[in-house]
């Protein structure tokens, strides 16, 4: 078993660490973590990579994770990882467009237009069919996931939809808002940047 601190250590670190003890073969890992971003972020990771995992609260911003590998699960989640980009060559129906939205409002100048046009610009999404992948959403973009009305009427639109929602954790803690997110995944710059790196095209309004 590998143990390891990541007290302190602020997403993507926790998450890079356990990425690096993964890929070196490790079946037991055990995490302490102090926020909350790294601990939904560390299970979600380890999840995913076929993992069993578990996490207890130690004290008021303190949680351990315990995780165990599924060799099934596991066996099923590099499967998974090393046949999509050959499930999409040649088809531009499948092709992954990212957006990657980084303020609630859209344009500079006056806040209620703004405020409509990116209510505007998210119901017309759809418009983009199979290509839209995944929506990336950070700094004050995270508001739209805790902020009623029909900005976020639309991101669960297309979270139903299928559309992969990822959500800055990060920034949600910044601006007090984990608690009040209503759509996506708490995510981390490690995951953000793997999107934008693994994307056909990347639309910023």
């Not at 993992?51 to 949680?63: H, L």
């Not at 990882?81 to 499930?87: G, I, W």
């Not at 297309?158 to 601006?175: D, E, F, M, N, R």
Request: aromatic residues 4%.
């Amino acid at each position: 078993m590998q143990f390891l601190d990541c007290l302190g250590l602020a997403c993507p670190q926790p998450v890079i660490l356990c990425r690096s003890a993964v890929d070196k073969g490790v079946e037991r890992l055990e995490v302490l973590v102090d926020n909350e971003p790294a601990l939904e972020n560390v299970q979600r990771f380890l999840q995913g990579r076929g993992y069993t995992v578990s996490a207890s609260q130690e004290g008021p911003q303190q949680w351990r994770i315990g995780a165990t590998v599924d060799a099934g699960a596991a066996a099923n989640a590099a499967a998974g990882v090393s046949a999509a980009p050959e499930a999409r060559d040649g088809q531009e129906q499948d092709l992954r467009t990212l957006v990657l939205i980084t303020t609630e409002t859209l344009g500079r100048g006056d806040e209620t237009l703004g405020t409509k046009l990116m209510e505007n610009f998210l119901a017309t999404l759809p418009e983009l069919g199979s290509r839209l992948w995944r929506l990336v959403l950070v700094n004050g973009g995270v508001k739209l996931t805790a902020r009623p009305g029909p900005a976020l009427d639309s991101l669960q639109k297309l979270a139903q939809q299928g559309v992969s929602v990822l959500v800055c954790g990060a920034c949600l803690g910044h601006y007090g808002l984990l608690e009040a997110k209503a759509v996506g995944e708490t995510s981390n710059m490690l995951d953000i940047v793997t999107s934008m790196d693994l994307a056909d095209k990347i639309i910023r309004p």
